[in-house]
């Protein structure tokens, strides 16, 4: 596979990432602090949404593995819904500035709109890395593509959209906010644009027998997918727990409101310098060792966290950071593991149908976002936060205990689900080449 196809369908998730790390850091402070949502409402509304995004992947991943056109199954997709997809974050934000007077409404249903539009552009999106190659290696660098531009788009995010609505805002961060989306839209746009051009679809198997039972027989007979969903919604409610309460620790432990700007940076910073050795490493042993080591780092750091309980700036600062390290494994891993579920399903079952493991990997991380954002704001309605006032010491034991105790046991948990997946070491390729001898006979 040539670089640029390797670079170019990476790209994709620089865009994805302004849109959606923007959410993952801000949106829910965007919503408590800047619009004057309650806690509770806030995370509902997070939950609500993402619930709903994540039932409708396995839905779209039905329809994208079912469409034809000349730009191929899934490419199209990128190429004309990206503009939507940038049109609908652009609305999350005005919204509320447009009907302030049914805040709680607005809000609602813009980010019920974006999540629908994401759903339509990003399974199909993601399900590209299944039908441009069946090399595991291949796989492993596309995965550490996306991982480089995600951590870029997520640096980028972390650290401009503060100061930008600040700036742009000129004291009203509401507009603030809206003017600082729309600069990331345009900017999507023009990324995705490159990705549709880059890459193609070299995998075509026969699908004119594909029905809904096939699909369904195909994902039931599963085992390695159903042991990455399950490890990926546990450590995803609890590393959404983590990204979202550490904006209010810092703010009210550390005592900066800069503070979490420069955490988020430095967290997807070392994410991004690890990720070139943890895909040497994946090469050279295994994707499941990744992962659990991955994940084992990350429960330990979480748990330091927990016991050190930092109110100092450079220890706080520091040990998020390795955080991130931990969590550039999961990524690469889960992401470079997930399409050689497609041949696992495709060998046990005789049925291959990849948008709908990408549809519904998709919906084992949305849904646990949505769980995990919802449990912190219900967490902080619980232990009496009230925004921008001084926090009682309870408020504030809560935090700690919310911020890193509840993260580093989902995390270990997750550690132990991973260990039953079946494909260690060289089982996929071993699996692909019977693929290949059954199809040359058949």
């Known amino acids: 596979m040539r670089a640029s196809s390797i670079i170019g369908y990476g790209s994709g998730d620089f865009g994805l990432n302004l849109f959606y790390t923007g959410l993952n850091l801000y949106l829910l402070f ?19 949404a993402l619930l709903w995004d994540a039932v409708t992947d396995p839905f779209m991943g039905i329809v994208a593995s079912r469409t034809r056109s000349r730009f191929g199954r899934y ?3 990128i190429l004309f819904i990206g503009p939507s997809l940038g049109a609908s974050f652009v609305l999350l934000f005005a919204g509320p500035v447009l009907w302030p007077d049914a805040a709680v409404l607005a809000c609602f249903l813009t980010h019920l709109f974006f999540r629908t539009v994401y759903t ?6 993601a399900s590209l890395s299944a039908a441009m190659t069946t090399s595991g290696r291949e796989r492993t660098s596309l995965s550490g593509a996306r991982m480089q531009f995600a951590t870029l788009g997520a640096i980028t995010t972390a650290f401009l959209t503060p100061w930008l609505a600040e700036l742009l805002g000129r004291g009203n961060l509401a507009n603030g906010y809206l003017l600082t989306a729309m600069i990331y839209a345009v900017i999507a746009q023009i990324v995705f644009f490159i990705a549709f051009a880059s890459v193609q679809e070299r995998i075509e198997t026969e699908r004119s027998s594909l029905t809904l039972s096939s699909t369904f027989r195909a994902v039931k007979g ?3 997918f159903w042991v990455l969903f399950a490890g990926v919604v546990v450590n995803t409610v609890a590393s959404t727990i983590f990204t979202k309460s550490i904006v209010y620790y810092a703010r009210y432990i550390i005592g900066e409101v800069g503070a979490v700007r420069e955490a988020l940076t430095l967290y997807t910073l070392a994410a991004s310098a690890a990720v070139l050795g943890w895909m040497l490493m994946a090469r050279y042993t295994s994707k499941s060792l990744v992962l659990t080591t991955g994940l084992l780092i990350n429960a330990a750091i979480l748990l330091l966290l927990y016991v050190q309980a930092p109110e100092a700036k450079p220890l706080f600062l520091t040990l998020t950071a390795m955080v991130g390290v931990g969590t550039a494994a999961t990524i690469v891993a889960f992401w470079a ?3 050689d579920t497609v041949e696992y399903g495709q060998w046990k079952t005789g049925v291959r149908d990849e948008s709908i493991f990408f549809g519904l990997f998709q919906f084992s991380q949305k849904a646990a976002s949505g ?3 919802g449990a912190v704001g219900m967490i902080l309605q619980a232990i009496g936060y009230v925004a921008n006032v001084e926090q009682a010491p309870e408020t504030i034991a809560g935090l700690r205990v919310t911020s890193f105790l509840l993260p580093a046991m989902g995390v270990a948990v997750a550690a132990l689900i991973v260990q039953f997946y079946p494909m260690k070491r060289d089982r996929h390729e071993q699996i692909v080449a019977l693929l290949k001898d059954r199809e040359i006979h058949s």
């Open 75 to 77: 490419r199209p997709y």
């Open 222 to 224: 599963n085992l390695a």
């Open 337 to 339: 593991m997930l399409p």
């Open 371 to 373: 769980l995990g954002v």
């Open 120 to 125: 339509i552009f990003g399974v199909p999106y």
């Open 30 to 48: 965007y919503y408590t602090d800047v619009v004057g949502l309650e806690p509770g409402v806030a995370g509902a509304i997070f939950m609500v």
